[in-house]
């Protein structure tokens, strides 16, 4: 069935160095694209979103990029903190249709001091 | 900011009891969605509700049931608990079913004995 993909589990980077985390999509009619962070014992905090009519958005030290040709959708979070360090996940919906978000199994980021 | 809450974050039953998780949005949102989650699976949807007293299911419904009698609260209910239904369980309301983020509770951390 359609489904909604991440590359890595876990990706530990070093504190200040840019993180990225990647995410694969398989249904083509998908066009509207969500990055979730969960904290330990937290429920999933909206990240940023983008839109199928958009490649690229930038929020605050974030950017997600969505390439639509390989449905393939990235976070970039930049001088990557401490407080980052959470499971991100990433969902896909229809910006017209009434089905509900898709959500992928998550990626868990470690930041090293 | 949206508030999501759910009843409960801790809550431990047994086997065969029936089992209510309440959830409460303050932000009059017409979608409601109840999800569980496990290490490995992501979020998985079990049921929505577009509008008062009307549900959908969603992709893992078997063992479970809704209530929407009024537009703030979404129940889930486990009619007969068992130990697979041992889970992260994560209410999340919205405005748009898919095309705008979801705002989630922190979860209630259900175990059954």
């Known amino acids: 069935g359609e489904s909604v993909g991440l590359h890595l589990p876990t990706l530990s980077v070093q504190e200040g160095d840019n993180s990225i985390i990647n995410c694969a999509y398989s249904?083509?009619?998908?066009?509207?694209f969500i990055w979730y962070k969960q904290e330990s014992g937290k429920g999933p905090q909206f990240i940023i979103d983008?839109?199928?009519?958009?490649d690229k958005r930038q929020g605050q030290r974030v950017t997600v990029l969505l390439n639509k040709t390989v449905k393939h959708l990235s976070l970039q979070i930049a001088a990557t903190q401490p407080g980052d360090s959470a499971v991100y996940f990433c969902?896909?919906?229809?910006?017209?249709?009434?089905?509900?978000?898709?959500f992928g199994s998550g990626t868990r980021l470690q930041v090293q001091p | 900011d949206v508030k999501v809450t759910q009843s409960s974050r801790y809550l431990v039953k047994r086997t065969g009891e029936k089992v209510f998780l309440e959830c409460v949005q303050d932000?009059?949102?017409?979608?409601m969605f109840w999800y569980r989650q496990d290490p490995g699976l992501g979020l998985r949807l079990i049921y929505f509700?577009?509008?008062?007293?009307?549900?959908e299911k969603g992709d893992i419904p078997e063992g479970y049931s809704v209530s929407r009698e009024k537009k703030e609260r979404f129940s889930l209910i486990l009619e007969s608990a068992s130990t697979n239904q041992t889970s992260m369980y994560l209410c999340?309301?919205?405005?748009?079913?898919?095309?705008?983020?979801?705002?989630f509770g922190d979860g209630t951390r259900l175990s059954i004995l």
């Open positions: 969902a896909e919906g229809s910006v017209t249709g009434r089905r509900a978000l898709t």
């Open positions: 249904n083509s009619a998908s066009d509207y």
């Open positions: 999340a309301s919205t405005a748009g079913p898919s095309n705008q983020p979801q705002h």
């Open positions: 932000m009059d949102h017409e979608n």
């Open positions: 509700s577009y509008d008062v007293k009307m549900k």
């Open positions: 983008i839109r199928s009519n958009m």
